[in-house]
């Protein structure tokens, strides 16, 4: 199917076919096939091509695609037809049952299985660690326990009525946001001239994940050290939780927005500020570590700090964010603690690092 036929059905509207993409190949897109492409041609994709097109195919070929025409840039809203397996079976009106027929199971084949249980090691370590962070949320007031508390009079003010009660005779104490704005402006207008130039591939690598960095220095995968792993990804999961629940109640603009000169070096992360999530991660993870390798609790601790301020460098995050995270992380982990689930993943961890593990001071 040709990029530039068009659809009677909707003028103005470009068939997202071949207007972004090559003759070998789509835009970002790999010669076999890239991102949402397929050999066929599929949504978004091309028989040869990647994203947004193909040699002979594109966004739409296998079925009916509509975008609007932005210039030879497609966007908008996908509208799938019914060529993808089984739709229009889905909206057929039937009964299940009445086209199944009545079988007999063959005596000849072997028995039934009962009692058994799913084996805990079958779980896929992210699930697993994601079904935790679900037993942390409930916890009973976990999320007031949890609660950074606002970093200036001004963010104590716009809170509700009824969370200011949370948090008695702590508005007097708090600086006022002007102040708090050009101490931590100070600090990231450093980190941009003296410290973005040694760190940025390490702020972009972390800013796509920060389990590597862990996995590295812990030596644990799914296969070596797998509890241990896992509390990699336990911490990971609860303390976004936890910082995603008050972001969405401090609302508090990223650096970029109060001052556009920072110049984030890395995208603007799609959520707001405060407390730093990247930070709470990563001092959580460090916490839930230690208490099964206390031998490495220096390096641990190391990892866990760098990762929170490497935020701040890249500029997109404020230094009163990073603290906000540090003061809950002993808060945070005394309600992960109450969680059954997550002890029965330490011992294992534990089981994992035997006593034999030490720390050694190298001589000054």
């Not at 704005?181 to 800013?207: C, F, H, P, W």
């Not at 995208?267 to 707001?272: F, G, V, Y």
Request: glycine share 14%; proline share 8%; hydrophobic share 35%.
């Amino acid at each position: 199917m040709s990029g530039t036929r068009r659809s009677t059905k909707a003028q103005g509207q470009s068939l997202a076919a071949g207007q972004d993409g090559g003759q070998d190949g789509g835009q970002d897109g790999g010669q076999d096939g890239g991102q949402d492409g397929g050999q066929d041609g599929g949504q978004d994709g091309g028989q040869d091509g990647g994203q947004d097109g193909g040699q002979d195919g594109g966004s739409g070929s296998g079925g009916w695609l509509f975008v609007q025409n932005s210039g030879g840039r497609s966007s908008g809203l996908n509208l799938i037809g019914p060529l993808l397996p089984g739709w229009d079976e889905t909206f057929t009106d039937a009964d299940p049952k009445a086209v199944i027929p009545s079988v007999q199971l063959p005596s000849n084949k072997p028995p039934l299985i009962a009692g058994s249980s799913f084996p805990d090691g079958g779980w896929d370590p992210l699930l697993k660690a994601g079904a935790i962070a679900g037993a942390f949320s409930a916890e009973p007031n976990w999320k007031a326990d949890t609660d950074p508390g606002p970093w200036c009079k001004e963010a104590f003010d716009r809170m509700p009525k009824d969370k200011q009660k949370l948090f008695p005779g702590l508005r007097a104490k708090l600086p006022a946001e002007d102040d708090v704005l050009l101490a931590d402006m100070k600090v990231l207008y450093n980190y941009m001239l003296n410290d973005r130039a040694t760190r940025g591939d390490e702020i972009k690598s972390q800013s796509i994940g920060i389990t590597p960095y862990w996995v590295n220095l812990m030596a644990c995968s799914m296969r070596s050290r797998p509890a241990t792993y896992s509390l990699v990804l336990i911490g990971l999961q609860v303390a976004g939780l936890v910082a995603a629940s008050h972001k969405l109640d401090y609302m508090r603009a990223r650096p970029g927005q109060v001052w556009p000169s920072i110049a984030p070096v890395i995208a603007t992360p799609p959520h707001p500020s405060y407390p730093s999530g990247h930070g709470l991660q990563g001092l959580l993870i460090a916490e839930c570590l230690k208490l099964v390798a206390p031998a490495m609790a220096n390096a641990i601790d190391r990892l866990g700090a760098r990762i929170g301020v490497n935020r701040e460098i890249a500029g997109v995050h404020f230094p009163s964010d990073t603290a906000a995270s540090k003061s809950i992380t002993p808060k945070v982990m005394a309600v992960l603690k109450k969680v059954p689930q997550f002890d029965e993943v330490l011992q294992a961890a534990k089981a994992e690092w035997p006593a034999s593990v030490r720390s050694v001071a190298i001589p000054k």
